[in-house]
């Protein structure tokens, strides 16, 4: 059964079409990057499969959950699908490892004994076990982010979404979120991934999908996207950094 | 018999005090109370509630002070017991209070980036749990400096209830000045009282919020 | 609850809302032209401007307006000058308005950041020109909600004149209740013509916002007035 399997998905902000039927299936393990230009619908979609963003019509389904609007339904799917952000979404008032650690104890109700072996194992995985103590505004933009990405693991879940979380960040600061994702995508994290990095997406993402005017354009194994694009709009699109 | 103004003129006038930080606090506390119901419910609501709240607020933010104490003294008479100016004075400035409160606080929860009801949605947090551990602890610490803010307000609005003959410091002001004809020593002790208790409030309020708005995070 | 008395002599309270009116008015008029020359003054004048600037916003936003009026009509005369009641509402709520808008003026003043003047005078435009044209318009845009919420505070703050006897709308209400006993119906139409008036006031903010910014613009209510809402202070 696939991780993720989006069916004929659409969705409009009022009068205005956005996604205009995306078919999209990702098996357990991919590492699918999703690029396209700003206003293609990449994000948007992304958000609609943890129902951050409600859709018209179309199915989607994500480590065995359907996406629908009750509430109840969704907060399970969410206790299995993590998704990291562009403005990466720390909560200030909390610590680096309170910010860990809340969700698993008031949503999965794992209990306390077990909090300080989850921080240090997470934490380790993104590479900043010490700043367990610190507070979000003392740490740099790529930190910031890395605990975000530690934050979502913490929930131990099947599926990942990652909604362009370097485009925030300076570039000297992208390339060690970078690394950790990759080190995930090494793990066998199944995850989806809106980026503008091609050449991340070429590396490390085993499949590539093109969007374009809320369509899904051209798809297909990374490396034949960059090498090989088929369609005139990926063409230009990836022209810059063929290498 | 016209007395001077003088050392004992000054206590009659710390007395007006003491009631004036009385009242205020009292208001404080029962405006804050049903503040926070009334701005959470104002937030975070059924839409019907949230209708009667903000036509409530809007209401009482459109009637002068005055006039919600004259209604409040009248209104209560007309129920046919006696109350006291002191029942009508803490009635009236409850109810001003609530109003404002609560729409300085809903103020603060809707300033909370929609980024963070998103990254706890995102963590499967219900609707309680979000509020509770994400939402309201970060509303309260941005409240902090226009609710010390509001309380300076309170203070001074205190000195409408001299107008229903409710004895805080300025009636007590305008007793002393019948009694001494020395209106100019009486009032600017009287000012200089209320300098003295509102001044550090005001001061406070701007640290907090000078605090807030350069410790913004994500 | 009988409410004939009191409606037979509707014509004294709107005359009495007209008498509000004519205060407001003319204390707007005064007290945003002082809050205007203060603001100037403490942002662009010398560092004793900011200083007594400063002075005179705190004495007049940390003690009420109540002990302000009577100080201006009781104790004045004592130093020779003496005011009639009206002169005294006047004077005093315009010194009031004079210090809330000062702040209120000055925030949009320093909202203006220091680069947008630089553009202006590397254009070759003089300071008052940069003003004029790239600092004043800008930043009451900016500060008219947290503006227009203060004269609605002012507007209903004129009911305390009643208590120095100056002509408004309370003091007419006071004398129909005292002659009639129909306290609670007197103040109920009292209390509904404020409110009338001050949603009026708001429409003719969002009208004249309209018109100078050619733009939608949030008018304060007052609690907006206050500068006490983070974020609502900005349209």
Not at chain 2, 28 to 40: C, D, E, R, T
Not at chain 2, 68 to 80: A, N, P
Not at chain 2, 180 to 198: G, K
Request: hydrophobic residues 50%.
């Amino acid at each position: 059964m696939p991780a993720l399997r989006i069916e004929n998905l659409r969705k409009s902000y009022g009068a205005m079409p956005v996604l205009k039927g995306i078919d999209l299936s990702v098996e357990q393990g991919d590492v699918v990057a999703v690029i396209g230009r700003s206003g293609s619908g990449k994000s948007t979609m992304l958000r609609c499969i943890n129902g951050l963003e409600p859709f018209e019509s179309g199915s989607i389904e994500v480590a065995g959950h359907k996406v629908s609007t009750a509430t109840p339904a969704l907060r399970d799917l969410r206790k299995e699908v993590g998704m990291v952000f562009q403005s990466y979404n720390l909560f200030p008032h909390l610590s680096v490892s309170e910010n860990i650690t809340l969700a698993p104890r008031v949503v999965l109700k794992l209990p306390a004994s077990e909090m300080a072996g989850l921080v240090k194992d997470v934490l380790g995985r993104v590479g900043l076990a010490e700043k367990a103590n610190a507070y979000p505004d003392e740490l740099s933009g790529g930190q910031q982010q890395r605990v975000a990405i530690a934050r979502s693991l913490a929930m131990k879940p099947k599926v990942m979404l990652f909604d362009e979380v370097t485009s925030a960040l300076d570039p000297e600061l992208t390339g060690e979120v970078l690394k950790t994702i990759a080190e995930l995508a090494k793990a066998g994290m199944t995850m989806v991934l809106v980026t503008h990095e091609m050449g991340f997406a070429r590396r490390v993402a085993t499949h590539t999908v093109f969007m374009n005017e809320g369509r899904v354009w051209e798809q297909g194994p990374s490396e034949q996207i960059f090498a090989d694009p088929q369609t005139p709009e990926l063409k230009s699109f990836v022209a810059p950094d063929l290498k | 018999m016209i007395q001077s103004f003088g050392w004992q003129s000054v206590q009659f006038l710390m007395m007006g005090l003491l009631w004036t930080v009385g009242l205020s606090v009292m208001t404080f506390i029962s405006g804050g109370v049903l503040g926070l119901a009334f701005a959470v419910g104002r937030s975070l609501g059924p839409r019907w509630l949230k209708f009667i709240i903000a036509s409530y607020i809007q209401l009482v933010q459109a009637t002068p002070l005055l006039i919600l104490l004259f209604l409040c003294f009248y209104g209560l008479s007309f129920l046919g017991l006696y109350f006291p100016p002191f029942a009508a004075a803490v009635i009236s400035l409850t109810i001003y209070a609530t109003a404002f409160l609560a729409d300085i606080w809903r103020g603060c929860i809707e300033s909370i980036p929609r980024t963070q009801w998103e990254a706890a949605d995102a963590l499967a947090l219900s609707g309680p749990q979000k509020l509770r551990y994400v939402i309201l602890p970060q509303a309260l610490r941005i409240a902090q400096g226009p609710t010390v803010g509001f309380m300076v307000q309170i203070v001074k609005n205190t000195s409408v209830t001299a107008l229903i003959g409710f004895v805080e410091l300025t009636r007590a002001g305008q007793l002393l000045n019948n009694v001494t004809f020395q209106p100019f020593h009486v009032f600017m002790t009287v000012a200089a009282m209320y300098f003295l208790v509102c001044f550090p409030l005001s001061w406070w309020s701007e640290k907090l919020k000078e605090r807030k708005s350069a410790g913004a995070a994500h | 609850m009988t409410f004939g008395p009191v409606m037979s002599r509707l014509p004294e309270l709107l005359a009495g809302a007209l008498d509000t009116l004519v205060l407001s008015g003319q204390s707007i008029a005064i007290g945003l032209a002082i809050g205007l020359g203060v603001a100037l003054a403490r942002v662009n004048g010398p560092r004793w401007a900011d200083i007594a600037g400063s002075i005179y916003v705190e004495a007049f936003r940390n003690t009420p307006l109540l002990v302000q009026l009577f100080l201006l009509f009781f104790a004045l005369p004592f130093a020779g000058l003496r005011l009639s009641a009206n002169q005294a509402a006047v004077i005093a709520i315009s010194l009031n308005l004079g210090a809330y808008s000062t702040e209120i003026f000055r925030a949009g003043l320093l909202a203006i950041p220091k680069t947008q003047i630089e553009a202006g005078l590397a254009l070759g435009m003089s300071r008052f020109q940069v003003m004029r044209y790239v600092v004043i318009v800008p930043a009451l845009r900016i500060i008219y909600p947290a503006l227009t919420g203060q004269l609605t505070l002012t507007l209903l703050g004129t009911s305390l004149v009643s208590a120095i006897s100056a002509t408004d709308l309370t003091l007419a209400g006071s004398m129909i209740e005292s002659q009639t006993f129909r306290s609670l119906e007197t103040f109920i139409f009292v209390a509904i013509i404020y409110i009338a008036m001050t949603f009026a006031f708001r429409l003719l903010y969002w009208a004249i916002g309209l018109w100078l910014f050619r733009r939608r613009v949030h008018t304060g209510d007052a609690a907006t007035g206050m500068m006490l809402i983070p974020g609502r202070a900005e349209p």
